[in-house]
């Protein structure tokens, strides 16, 4: 069971980030992904969610309107696309998967049974 986060990198306020999450090794349909971060000095938290056949999203209230998460169930891999960054959204994105069947706990880390590694992603000018 493996999860690839990549994609970030350095950008500029108010730019834009494609992060991707690539899966192997597990029936990447059956489950739902999201993406949390961790801010040094912070604790993880959640960022978005994609239901399992990519019919429902979450979003943290701090990235609503500006980030949009999609999944490609024929590729293994799921989206994170962010706009309109700045600085409070540098963090080490990670991405997670879910097999829950309760939505509304999509946010929490406990529905998560497995990670993977992370991407850093640096807003600065």
């Known amino acids: 069971v493996q999860l690839q986060a990549s994609g970030g990198g350095l950008v500029q306020p108010g730019g834009s980030l494609r992060l991707s999450c690539e899966a192997s090794?597990?029936?990447?349909?059956?489950?739902?992904i999201g993406w949390f971060r961790q801010a040094p000095g912070k604790e993880r938290e959640f960022v978005a969610a994609?239901?399992?056949?990519?019919?429902?999203?979450a979003y943290a209230d701090s990235v609503k309107g500006r980030f949009t998460i999609s999944r490609d169930n024929a590729e293994n891999s799921v989206y994170l696309q962010m706009n309109s960054l700045n600085n409070e959204d540098t963090a080490v994105y990670y991405c997670?998967?879910?097999?829950?069947?309760?939505?509304?706990?999509?946010?929490?880390?406990?529905?998560?049974?497995?990670w993977g590694q992370g991407t850093l992603v640096t807003v600065s000018s």
């Open positions: 997670a998967g879910s097999m829950t069947n309760i939505w509304s706990a999509i946010a929490r880390r406990a529905s998560y049974e497995f």
């Open positions: 090794g597990f029936r990447f349909g059956d489950y739902n």
């Open positions: 994609i239901r399992r056949f990519g019919g429902s999203t």
